[in-house]
């Protein structure tokens, strides 16, 4: 089993940087593809970025692409997203997730998740 907890979320002007960092409990985390994903309000939970287990592959949503890096520390159990240029639509929850194997996006596919950090973008 694993337990995630995000933290770093908050409130930032539009063109501002924020790194949000995901930590896991249990010893399974450096085997896992782990992932962000955003949720605005009225709107459905997408997908931002993942990383494998051993940081060899990142995916990155185009919304995401040259302004976003997701990168992991296996030996602090931690996942980070570092966000620059931030926009007001970037505005929402950010999820922590995790799975076993690469290439999916979709958020059902996700096993573990963690309770969200908000960040919010004003213009």
């Known amino acids: 089993q694993v337990q995630l907890v995000e933290s770093g979320g908050g409130l930032v002007q539009a063109g501002g940087s924020l790194r949000l960092s995901c930590t896991a409990s249990?010893?399974?985390?450096?085997?896992?593809?782990m992932a962000w994903f955003r949720q605005a309000p009225g709107k459905e939970r997408e997908f931002v970025a993942a990383?494998?287990?051993?940081?060899?592959?990142?995916d990155y949503a185009d919304s995401a692409k040259g302004r976003f890096t997701i990168s992991r520390d296996n030996a602090k159990n931690t996942v980070y997203l570092q966000m620059n240029s931030l926009k007001p639509e970037d505005t929402a929850v950010y999820y922590c997730?995790?799975?076993?194997?690469?290439?999916?996006?979709?958020?059902?596919?996700?096993?573990?998740w963690g309770q969200g950090t908000q960040v919010t973008v004003s213009s």
């Open positions: 990383i494998s287990p051993l940081a060899v592959m990142t």
């Open positions: 997730a995790g799975r076993t194997t690469w290439g999916q996006r979709n958020s059902d596919d996700y096993d573990y």
């Open positions: 249990g010893r399974t985390f450096s085997n896992k593809v």
